[in-house]
Nanobody, 127 residues
């Protein structure tokens, strides 16, 4: 059974940093794309960043470029999202997700492609 468990959320002031972690277990992820999505109250879930498990190639939403860094540790089976220069508009629940067919897809930001999701970790950025 696949499990994705997020941690690292919390309350931070604008301009601060947080590091989110996602522990992945239950299957091999070698062909997967791993991603972070977020959902703010009253809004749709949106793509933040993705990483190819095998190659480490990364992709970012425009809102995350230059501020966020996604990475993975294939030995520890962890995915991270380092978030710097946080803004109040980054406030949301952040979800880790896995697309086992990521190796055959060129499109990585569609949440419907992701079969596995964590329970989410809440990030609140105060102004």
């Amino acid at each position: 059974q696949v499990q994705l468990v997020e941690s690292g959320g919390g309350l931070v002031q604008a301009g601060g940093s947080l590091r989110l972690s996602c522990a992945a277990s239950g299957r091999t992820f070698s062909g997967s794309t791993m991603a972070w999505f977020r959902q703010a109250p009253g809004k749709e879930r949106e793509f933040v960043a993705a990483v190819r498990w095998s190659s480490g190639a990364t992709y970012y939403a425009d809102s995350a470029k230059g501020r966020f860094t996604i990475s993975r540790d294939s030995v520890q089976r962890m995915v991270y999202l380092q978030m710097n220069s946080l803004k109040p508009e980054d406030t949301a629940v952040y979800y880790c997700a896995a697309d086992p067919l990521g190796y055959i897809r060129t499109y990585y930001s569609n949440p419907q492609n992701y079969d596995y999701w964590g329970q989410g970790t809440e990030v609140t950025v105060s102004s």
